[in-house]
């Protein structure tokens, strides 16, 4: 059956923040300021949410990022949301709300 062999498209795979509602990740804003203290300057903008998750991306910094990327050691971008980012920083997932 050709249909078996037939690779599984990544848009239909979750992404690890999508089997949590946002809602309950804590905002950048409300992680301890020593955890917050730890993290890279990023400077975001370049939003582009999309359905499609291989269509989304935001510049940080000087890059564009998409999710799953390492924007700084120890700091992943999970996923782009239609009002912003999740992040995990070690093991503190955390979201940033840009609008």
């Known amino acids: 059956d050709q249909a078996a062999d037939q690779p599984?498209?990544?848009e239909l795979r979750p992404?690890?923040?999508?089997?949590t509602e946002p809602e309950s990740i804590p905002l950048l804003a409300d992680l301890p300021f020593s955890t917050?203290?730890?993290?890279p300057e990023m400077k975001l903008r370049g939003h582009v949410y999309?359905?499609?998750?291989?269509?989304?991306?935001?510049?940080?910094?000087t890059s564009i990022a998409r999710e799953g990327d390492t924007i700084a050691p120890d700091l992943s971008l999970i996923e782009i949301t239609e009002n912003g980012l999740i992040l995990?920083?070690?093991?503190?997932?955390?979201?940033i709300e840009m609008f």
Do not use: G, H, K, Y
């Not at 917050?36 to 993290?39: E, G, K, N, T």
């Not at 995990?88 to 979201?95: H, K, M, S, V």
């Open 36 to 39: 917050r203290s730890m993290l």
């Open 15 to 19: 992404s690890t923040a999508a089997t």
């Open 8 to 10: 599984v498209e990544d």
């Open 50 to 61: 999309s359905e499609s998750p291989s269509q989304r991306m935001i510049m940080v910094n």
């Open 88 to 95: 995990r920083f070690r093991d503190t997932l955390f979201r």
